[in-house]
């Protein structure tokens, strides 16, 4: 396998959960507006946690609904939008079309020409929850067919290290804009707060239901406690962490001329800083400074990686 290969897999498993992520939060936040009113209280959040406010402030005067929408789904000129990352897929999967099944070129290729539909962005404004819903739900049947139906080998490695890394930067920024939103003041840690918001921020990243499951009420510390720390479910940060550290070091045993101690370091350092650590902890060091952090480290790790395993030449 080239490192250009290894790459495209990366960023295609990097791409489909970006496009997710954001079709989710637009529909949580969606729906949210039934209980509070604020269109710009709400979605202005949404473009923070996308980092893109500069560009988006460039083209808009106010974060309505409808403009976050078409800002964060059709809009070419933000390479983060979900049809930019849909494209950006396709063309990687295009370029490795001899190394992905069938099933999973096929699939790509067909939602990039759904979201290219004529009459596509009016049936989004008309039916969103639909739309996202229909977003969401190919991108949970990617997962699925490249799960099921390509080799876990190093190829599959790397874009399982890819989703992991993407799932945790947006956790960990979902986690960092709201809870810094809701709670502007560090004196307001552990007052009560409206339910549905938290709730929302809990649904955001799907994680609504098992949380209920854990813990008996909707409160800032277990929230961040669950969404951070805990070691079972799948997009909390410290799984994403323990999966990617798997997943790179499965890559390591298949491969074993590659260096990559470098990356095991950055990721086994993160990876440490979250096993041992409470809750109480990460309050009293402050979540944003926490989240800021594990953010950095994310990006650091990214580099890592490029340097190991992309900016190199090499092959199985």
């Known amino acids: 396998m080239l490192s250009r290969v290894a790459d495209s897999l990366f960023w295609i498993s990097r791409y489909i959960e970006r496009a997710e992520n954001?079709?989710?939060?637009?529909?949580?936040?969606?729906?949210l507006l039934l209980d509070l009113p604020g269109e710009e209280r709400l979605f202005e959040p949404v473009i923070k946690t996308a980092g893109c406010s500069r560009s988006f402030y460039n083209?808009?005067?106010?974060?309505?609904?409808?403009?976050?929408?078409?800002?964060?789904?059709?809009?070419t000129d933000n390479q983060d939008s979900i049809v930019n990352c849909v494209s950006f897929a396709r063309e990687n999967a295009r370029c490795i079309r001899e190394t992905i099944t069938l099933e999973m070129w096929m699939l790509i290729n067909k939602f990039y020409h759904r979201l290219h539909e004529?009459?596509?962005?009016?049936?989004?404004?008309?039916n969103p929850h639909d739309f996202f819903t229909e977003i969401k739900e190919f991108c949970q049947l990617y997962v699925g067919i490249q799960d099921g139906t390509m080799s876990h080998g190093i190829g599959w490695n790397f874009a399982w290290l890819g989703r992991m890394l993407e799932r945790a930067d947006q956790t960990s920024r979902i986690l960092d804009v709201k809870y810094y939103i809701l709670l502007p003041d560090v004196s307001m840690v552990g007052m009560t707060l409206d339910t549905v918001q938290w709730t929302a921020v809990?649904?955001?990243?799907?994680?609504?239901?098992?949380?209920?499951?854990t813990y008996a009420g909707v409160t800032p510390q277990n929230v961040a406690e669950f969404l951070i720390l805990n070691k079972e479910f799948p997009r909390s940060v410290y799984y994403c962490l323990?999966?990617?550290?798997?997943?790179?070091?499965?890559i390591i045993t298949h491969q074993k001329t590659i260096n990559g101690e470098k990356s095991m370091r950055v990721i086994g350092k993160?990876?440490?800083?979250?096993?041992?650590?409470?809750?109480?902890?990460?309050?009293m060091?402050?979540?944003?400074?926490?989240?800021?952090?594990?953010?950095?480290?994310?990006?650091?790790?990214?580099?890592?990686?490029?340097?190991?395993?992309?900016?190199?030449t090499w092959q199985v």
């Open 202 to 213: 809990l649904k955001s990243v799907s994680a609504f239901e098992m949380f209920r499951k």
């Open 270 to 283: 993160l990876k440490a800083m979250l096993e041992f650590a409470t809750v109480d902890e990460i309050i």
């Open 242 to 250: 323990e999966h990617s550290e798997r997943a790179l070091q499965n």
């Open 22 to 31: 954001t079709a989710r939060i637009i529909d949580v936040n969606l729906n």
């Open 59 to 75: 083209k808009y005067s106010k974060a309505t609904s409808e403009n976050v929408m078409d800002f964060l789904t059709f809009d």
């Open 118 to 126: 004529p009459n596509i962005k009016e049936e989004m404004l008309n």
């Open 285 to 312: 060091k402050g979540l944003h400074e926490t989240t800021e952090d594990i953010q950095i480290r994310l990006s650091d790790f990214n580099a890592t990686i490029r340097n190991d395993f992309i900016d190199c």
